[in-house]
C-alpha cells in the first residue's frame, strides 16, 4: 500500500498570513500516462463530511477560493493557503487515488494564532 | 444536486453484523465508481472499499477483506456495505462517497451515518 504522510500534525497561523500543508507518499503517484499526480486535497470542518478542495495535485475544484493552491509531484506535495480566513480553521487531508487501495494522510489541523 | 444519504448505522455487539445503504440521486448513478471510507471518533479518514459503476470491479482495504461486503443496485441508485464480524475498532462514521467522472478521487461525500460496535 502506498504511505501517506502529512507534517505537521497541527499549525497554527495568523490571520491573513500564509499556511503550508506537506504530504509525502512512500511512492510516486505520477502516472506516466497521462503526466498527472493521483493525489486530492480534502478540507473537513468540525461536524461535516470533508469536502474536496483540489484534484490532480493542483487542479481547484469549482468554487474553492483561489487562496488555495495545490503543488508538487511524485512524491512530494503541498497545500498552500495564501492569506488565512477565519473559515479555514479546519483539518486538511490528502489523498492518493493512483493505487486502487486508495490511501489518506493522517491529517493536519489548522488554527488560528 | 447530488445527494448521498447513509442510513443503517447503530449499536451493535462485537461478532454482529449491520447493512448499511447509500440512497444516491440528482445522478445518474449507474455512471459513476463508489466508495466507503469510515472515520473513527476523533480519528483520521479510512479508505474501506471501491466499486466500479458496473459492480464488475471490487477493491478493499486490508482491515475489512473478509468481513465487509461492498454492493451496489444502479436500478435502485443505491450503495450498500454489509459487515460482519464486526469488532470494538469498527466504530466510525461510515461516509458514502461518489468519484469524480474523471478521476478516482473523492468529489461527493454524504453525511455518514455512526456504526457503535459495543456490548
Known amino acids: 500500500d502506498i504511505v501517506m504522510t502529512q507534517s505537521p500534525d497541527s499549525l497554527a497561523v495568523s490571520l491573513g498570513e500564509r499556511a503550508t500543508i506537506n504530504c509525502k507518499s512512500s511512492?510516486?503517484?505520477?502516472?506516466?500516462?497521462?503526466?498527472?499526480?493521483?493525489l486530492a486535497w480534502y478540507q473537513q470542518k468540525p461536524g461535516q463530511p470533508p469536502k474536496l478542495l483540489i484534484s490532480?495535485?493542483?487542479t481547484r475544484e469549482s468554487g474553492v477560493p483561489d487562496r488555495f493552491s495545490g503543488s508538487g509531484s511524485r512524491t512530494d506535495f503541498t497545500l498552500t493557503i495564501s492569506s488565512l480566513q477565519a473559515e479555514d480553521v479546519a483539518v486538511y487531508y490528502c489523498?492518493?487515488?493512483?493505487?486502487?487501495?486508495?490511501?489518506f494522510g493522517q491529517g493536519t489541523k489548522l488554527e488560528i494564532k | 444536486e447530488v445527494q448521498l444519504v447513509e442510513s443503517g448505522g447503530g449499536l451493535v455487539q462485537p461478532g454482529g453484523s449491520l447493512r448499511l445503504s447509500c440512497a444516491a440521486s440528482?445522478?445518474?448513478?449507474?455512471?459513476?465508481?463508489m466508495n466507503w471510507v469510515r472515520q473513527a471518533p476523533g480519528k483520521g479518514l479510512e479508505w474501506l472499499s471501491y466499486?466500479?459503476?458496473?459492480?464488475?470491479?471490487?477493491y478493499y482495504a486490508d482491515s475489512v477483506r473478509g468481513r465487509f461486503t461492498i454492493s451496489r443496485d444502479n436500478a435502485k441508485n443505491s450503495l450498500y456495505l454489509q459487515m460482519n464480524s464486526l469488532r470494538a475498532e469498527d466504530t466510525a462514521v461510515y461516509y458514502c462517497?461518489?468519484?469524480?467522472?474523471?478521476?478516482?478521487?473523492?468529489?461527493?461525500w454524504g453525511q455518514g451515518t455512526l456504526v457503535t460496535v459495543s456490548s
Open positions: 462517497v461518489r468519484e469524480s467522472g474523471s478521476g478516482s478521487y473523492s468529489q461527493y
Open positions: 440528482g445522478f445518474t448513478f449507474s455512471n459513476f465508481a
Open positions: 466499486i466500479r459503476s458496473s459492480g464488475t470491479t471490487i
Open positions: 511512492q510516486s503517484v505520477l502516472s506516466s500516462s497521462n503526466n498527472k499526480n493521483f
Open positions: 490532480w495535485a493542483s
Open positions: 489523498q492518493q487515488y493512483y493505487s486502487t487501495l486508495y490511501t
